[in-house]
């Protein structure tokens, strides 16, 4: 059994291979799927969405969002008569696990526009992912004492400040003023 992230919003599909009960590799088509699921380790229930048959064995498992509107552990069970049961676990997350999949040209184009930084500012492009990963993760808090000035904490250890800056709406959304990377 394997362990993929789905978001709460979209309506996911899942991949199931369905093989003969009778010698356990034979992909069989043509079945009739029983879909059900245990959301965040409740009782197991039919889902709401469909199923279509792709082809040598493979079915795709359309989830409502009536399937996906609990957040932790879902576990999906596929059974037909004569296949072995196909059994998968999926978590249900707030976040689209797959917004960051971007090329890191389009998040340092994003970076420049949100923030003015350019290659000038002595900035590494590390160490501008990992203050986006910083930010992404919510670990960005007001720094005691100081109304505009914010810290970004380590994405591993929140109690390391990555770099402050201050908020200065005169001349940028954001103004660097200590890289400590």
Aim: negative net charge; glycine residues 8%.
């Amino acid at each position: 059994m394997r362990t993929n992230m789905l978001n709460d919003e979209q309506h996911a599909k899942v991949i199931c291979y369905m093989v003969s009960s009778s010698d356990h590799v034979t992909p069989l088509n043509g079945l009739t799927l029983e879909i059900s699921r245990s959301k965040n380790g409740g009782a197991f229930a039919n889902c709401s969405g469909s199923v279509n048959e792709l082809g040598n064995g493979f079915y795709c498992i359309n989830l409502s969002s009536v399937d996906v509107d609990t957040y932790g552990p879902l576990v999906i069970v596929a059974k037909a008569a004569g296949a072995d049961p196909f059994i998968t676990e999926r978590q249900i997350v707030h976040h689209n696990p797959y917004a960051m999949l971007i090329d890191s040209a389009s998040i340092v184009g994003a970076i420049k526009n949100s923030t003015g930084w350019t290659e000038n500012n002595g900035f590494s492009f590390q160490e501008v992912i990992r203050l986006l990963f910083a930010d992404r993760l919510g670990k960005v808090r007001q720094k005691a004492g100081h109304n505009n000035t914010y810290e970004v904490m380590d994405p591993d250890d929140d109690t390391v400040v990555v770099m402050e800056f201050t908020v200065n709406k005169a001349t940028s959304p954001y103004r660097v003023t200590t890289p400590l990377i």
